[in-house]
T-cell receptor, first 115, second 115 residues
Framework: AQSVSQHNHHVILSEAASLELGCNYS??????LFWYVQYPGQHLQLLLK??????LVKGIKGFEAEFIKSKFSFNLRKPSVQWSDTAEYFCAVNARSGSARQLTFGSGTQLTVLP | GAGVSQTPSNKVTEKGKYVELRCDPISGHTALYWYRQSLGQGPEFLIY????????DSGLPNDRFFAVRPEGSVSTLKIQRTERGDSAVYLC?????????????FGPGTRLTVL
């Protein structure tokens, strides 16, 4: 079975600070990796995704994530956060093959950016 | 284009009652997923449809939960004899159903409260 760990439950930063949110997964096969974001009062939105190829992927709003296979990690980064980045961030994985297509999510990281 | 829609946005019911939650996926998406999100947690998988058939219902917690997708588009999640522990946000997602590069897009959810 797959599992996803997000180590930081709540992160508080000042504007312009750099961000790194940790995500580690447990799965014996090849995975697809995702970061979703939920802004206050809004639904889950896709931030970025990794399927194969270049392990450094860029998403919307200046976010990027790096897949490190040897560490089973897919950390999310942003060089300079803005107040509007305040949201909850979820890391998710699913298997690249087989019949199980569902996403397995981490428990989320609440990011608060202070103006 | 239109995203995934879910109705109702909020549902308050009494313990023991029956409820139906509806999901309207993105047009042309063959795969449809139901997830449940409790407070402070990431979404948890319930059931996945490919077309009209339930391809994986391993996440349904018990036989009080049932879902249908009779025409391969709209889906209804049905909960019988609701319990207070069923209170959560029920999320629907849809995707094109590609085997290797599938991306799920989420609706706004239905917040179910069982009194």
């Amino acid at each position: 079975a797959q599992s996803v760990s997000q180590h930081n439950h709540h992160v508080i930063l000042s504007e312009a600070a750099s961000l790194e949110l940790g995500c580690n997964y447990s799965y014996g096969g090849t995975v697809n990796l995702f970061w979703y974001v939920q802004y206050p009062g809004q639904h889950l939105q896709l931030l970025l995704k990794y399927f194969s190829g270049d392990p450094l992927v860029k998403g919307i709003k200046g976010f990027e994530a790096e897949f490190i296979k040897s560490k089973f990690s897919f950390n999310l980064r942003k060089p300079s956060v803005q107040w509007s980045d305040t949201a909850e961030y979820f890391c998710a994985v699913n298997a690249r093959s087989g019949s199980a297509r569902q996403l397995t999510f981490g428990s989320g990281t609440q990011l608060t950016v202070l103006p | 284009g239109a995203g995934v829609s879910q109705t109702p946005s909020n549902k308050v019911t009494e313990k023991g009652k029956y409820v139906e939650l509806r999901c309207d996926p993105i047009s042309g998406h063959t795969a449809l997923y139901w997830y449940r999100q409790s407070l402070g947690q990431g979404p948890e998988f319930l059931i996945y449809f490919q077309g009209t058939g339930a391809a994986d219902d391993s996440g349904l917690p018990n036989d009080r939960f049932f879902a249908v997708r009779p025409e391969g588009s709209v889906s209804t999640l049905k909960i019988q004899r609701t319990e207070r522990g069923d209170s959560a946000v029920y999320l629907c997602a849809s995707s094109k159903g590609d085997m290797r590069t599938d991306t799920q897009y989420f609706g706004p959810g239905t917040r179910l409260t069982v009194l």
